[in-house]
């Protein structure tokens, strides 16, 4: 560990690292691209390389990457990645209120805090939580999503029966396209171009950016809707340690869904958030630009990018697209990964952890300086702004499959997606049950043909366990509720 | 019945009828097995039957406000811009906005990315009057080919071409 440490220092190192937190920042905040593509695109270049400097550029990469969306989340409205989708939910509110500038000094130092917990685990935590994950089979996965579909009916209190409509109308869609069990296309009204289903990304360009493009042309103002940025950077770092709970609950989150194969930051994030903003006491200020919510965003999908490399490097089991990259790399530049890695674990595998490490305090380091002049684009005139944001999603969905379709899908989500805000419609429900969806129902699946029936669901403990939580959740909030109505009958 | 009829009605029947669509598609049409349609049966059911708590509790929620109401609202006094002196009208600017939309996809379609782009960043901003009409026609020229060469040059990510320019770009 003290030689992969002393390598990670040298000057060439620390370079890369700063090199590749910096492409990936830029990566990750343009939409559509994201990490996948940034490490993909990374590939052909490393050829040459020694495989220290290789991984240690793809681990700057990465952890920018997934850091980089939640800028474009916060100043425009466009989630730049699905890990920063939450974000949007407060970050954008924030910026619309003029503290874009403590939304963004909150997001970067949140994603640090919860990237550098990660590595941590990562590099010291690998062969035991590897052992915890490997109990995690098709029905946990399918309670675990079954859990996060939970969280709409308690994050959408206000609006209970639309939060449940918009989440299961998600799930509607995502069905769309070919069955994952039996590899048979349904709902495609005879084209190929669904086959693959609404994919994610351009679901949620249109969602939130088209329709928020939609909404400043409407009233015809900038974001903040005023002359200057308000707000500083120096309260958002501050507040990410005022909230040690928030960031903590986050955190912890983000690690566990980061670890769990298949799940991954698009779900730990909104999940996160949905999870703090519901049992926090000033619950009604989420949604309205509460610096909490992006705190649960941030911390929670940048933790899920270390312990994601846990079931990749302990099984050969990658939990996402990136992890399959990483995974290639690793074998392309001689570590197997597998069981047999942590007998001995290589220098080099030691240097690409504390590589990881420092990119997570390299993104404080870069960000912050260049957050002052990003908070910029909120005080643009709407004129250049809309017709600009409109621009970037079309390039965004279009970039994700080269195909049309996507910025069809995209334009016509956009529309959805205004009138059900103006509807009064939870966003967080639909998004939910697209990214959900195809999970539960996969899972769901199997967990039937595996067990013959439904009894995973009381004889596995960690399923029981899981669902016995998930009730919980459900009832709780909701026998306060009703102690309230009582009360106030009884008063009157 | 028309005042009966407000947006979160309206969007209540629209999610509802997008997903009998995709229902009649799956049963009717497709003839989907029916191990393929169990989870998307129980996913519409639910829909199904919010979709009409939430009718009924939209109409029952209206027929009480309109017992109550006794005058109509008064209409707010409308907003007028202070750079150009034009009355602030949203749904008109609504309006707008989706038409652009939508000429900006068929020109799309037709003439690629980059011209198409141009021609909407310049219209938008000359038709809502921006003070520097200059500064609209070179942002916006500026800014596109900056967007054009990062994604396909640095990126190496296409853009589409248009039917019509596909051998230029």
Not at chain 2, 118 to 128: D, K, S, W
Request: proline share 5%.
């Amino acid at each position: 560990m003290l030689e992969g440490l002393l390598e990670s220092l040298s000057p060439l190192n620390i370079g890369l690292v700063l090199l590749g937190t910096l492409i990936g920042i830029i990566a990750g905040a343009l939409p559509g691209l994201g990490p996948t593509l940034s490490v993909s695109l990374l590939i052909p270049f490393t050829y040459g390389m020694s495989s220290t400097t290789a991984l240690i550029l793809m681990g700057g990469i990465y952890v920018g990457a997934v850091y980089g969306g939640s800028i474009t989340s916060i100043l425009l409205g466009i989630p730049g990645t699905p890990n920063s989708t939450a974000t949007v939910f407060d970050g954008f509110p924030m910026a619309q209120q003029g503290k874009a500038l403590q939304a963004l000094g909150a997001s970067t130092t949140a994603s640090a805090v919860g990237g550098l917990i990660s590595a941590l685990c990562l590099m010291f935590f690998t062969p035991m939580l590897s052992r915890v994950v490997m109990k995690f089979g098709v029905a946990e996965q399918f309670i675990l999503a079954i859990f996060g579909l939970s969280v709409i009916a308690i994050s959408s209190r206000e609006h209970f029966i639309k939060g449940l409509l918009s989440g299961f109308f998600g799930l509607a869609i995502a069905t769309i396209g070919y069955n994952p069990i039996t590899g048979l296309d349904r709902f495609v009204f005879g084209t190929v171009w669904l086959s693959d289903g609404i994919p994610f990304m351009s679901a949620v360009i249109g969602l939130f950016g088209v329709a928020q493009t939609f909404k400043l042309a409407e009233n015809a103002c900038n974001i903040a809707g005023g002359e200057k940025v308000t707000g500083s950077l120096w309260e958002g770092i501050k507040s990410v340690f005022k909230h040690p709970v928030v960031t903590l609950h986050a955190t912890v989150l983000g690690l566990f869904f980061g670890a769990v194969p298949g799940v991954g930051g698009g779900p730990a994030n909104l999940i996160s958030y949905s999870s703090i903003s519901s049992a926090a006491k000033d619950r009604n200020t989420f949604g309205k630009g509460n610096v909490k919510g992006v705190i649960a965003a941030e911390a929670s999908n940048n933790a899920t990018v270390g312990t994601a490399l846990i079931p990749t490097l302990a099984f050969g089991i990658p939990g996402s697209a990136v992890c399959a990259i990483v995974m290639g790399l690793l074998t392309m530049h001689g570590i197997d990964v597998g069981p047999r890695l942590f007998t001995n674990i290589p220098v080099t595998l030691y240097t690409f952890f504390w590589g990881f490490l420092f990119a997570n305090i390299a993104l404080v380091l870069i960000a912050l300086p260049l957050m002052r002049y990003f908070a910029k684009l909120t005080i643009l005139p709407y004129q250049i702004l809309v017709p600009n944001i409109l621009v970037l999603c079309v390039l965004g969905s279009y970039s994700l499959r080269g195909s049309f379709l996507d910025i069809i899908i995209t334009l016509a989500f956009g529309v959805l997606g205004y009138f059900m805000r103006k509807a009064k419609f939870p966003m967080i429900g639909i998004v939910l049950g697209l990214v959900l969806g195809r999970m539960a129902e996969a899972n769901l699946s199997r967990s039937l043909l595996i067990h013959k029936g439904w009894s995973f669901l009381y004889t596995r403990p960690i399923t029981l366990a899981i669902l016995i939580l998930t009730a919980l959740i459900i009832i709780i909030p909701n026998l306060n509720l009703k102690k309230i109505v009582a009360k106030r009958k009884a008063k009157a | 019945m028309k005042k009966y009829l407000n947006l979160e009605l309206i969007m209540t029947m629209v999610l509802m009828a997008i997903i009998g669509i995709l229902a009649i598609q799956g049963v009717f049409v497709e003839h989907l097995s029916q191990r393929s349609m169990t989870f998307p049966t129980f996913v519409f059911s639910i829909v199904a039957i919010l979709g009409v708590v939430e009718i009924t509790r939209n109409v029952l929620k209206t027929r009480k406000k309109l017992k109550t109401e006794t005058a109509p609202a008064a209409k707010p006094e409308p907003e007028i811009n202070e750079e150009t002196g034009e009355v602030c009208n949203p749904r008109a600017n609504l309006i707008e906005i989706i038409i652009l939309t939508a000429v900006y996809c068929v020109l799309l379609w037709l003439v690629g990315f980059v011209v198409s782009s141009v021609a909407l960043v310049i219209t938008y901003g000359l038709r809502r009057k921006y003070k520097k009409p200059w500064v609209i026609v070179v942002a916006g020229i500026a800014i596109i080919l900056v967007w054009y060469f990062l994604f396909t040059r640095l990126l190496g990510v296409s853009i589409f071409p248009g039917i019509l320019l596909k051998g230029l770009f």
